[in-house]
């Protein structure tokens, strides 16, 4: 009896890399849009902080509120350009998964097919096993009978009896 080999494990091994690789890219991606958030987030939280301080100074001048709405222009444009690149961050995202799943299912369908051909080898392994057993019966059988004395009625009747 061989054993199994699937002819196409090369190209199953390359499938599972080139799967992992895109899983890898989408988490990188995934990583650098939460790397946004997170500076968003930050900007929003600065923003929140800073007016808050200027509302508690006691005594506000008139350079004091310009430089605050100078601060918030400023946040505004960081806060538009992290947005933009949200967005082709999201871009980017839907590319790489689009990759990952084309991946996914090609690596999905060879493991399909290695399985199917897995059973197959294993239903010819199992039949090759049956019909050895059965000429290891038959031969048995056979050698029993020609060693075997024969009763009256002419059936073989076993010694061990």
């Not at 849009?33 to 508690?56: C, K, N, S, W």
């Amino acid at each position: 009896m061989t054993t199994f080999t699937f002819r196409l494990q090369r190209v199953f091994d390359w499938r599972r890399t080139q799967l992992q690789l895109a899983e890898a890219r989408v988490e990188q991606q995934l990583a650098a849009l939460a790397e946004i958030d997170r500076e968003r987030a930050g900007l929003d939280a600065t923003g929140h902080r800073t007016e808050a301080e200027v509302r508690q100074f006691t005594g506000l001048e008139g350079g004091d509120l310009s430089a605050l709405g100078s601060f918030r222009l400023a946040l505004k444009v960081q806060d538009r350009a992290l947005s933009a690149s949200r967005v082709e961050c999201q871009k980017e995202l839907a590319v790489r998964q689009t990759v990952m799943l084309e991946a996914r299912r090609r690596c999905r369908l060879l493991e399909r097919f290695k399985d199917r051909r897995l059973t197959e080898w294993q239903s010819a392994a199992d039949r090759e096993l049956d019909e050895v057993a059965a000429d290891s019966y038959l031969a048995q059988w056979a050698r029993r009978r020609a060693y075997s004395p024969k009763n009256e009625t002419g059936l073989v009747v076993d010694a061990r009896e």
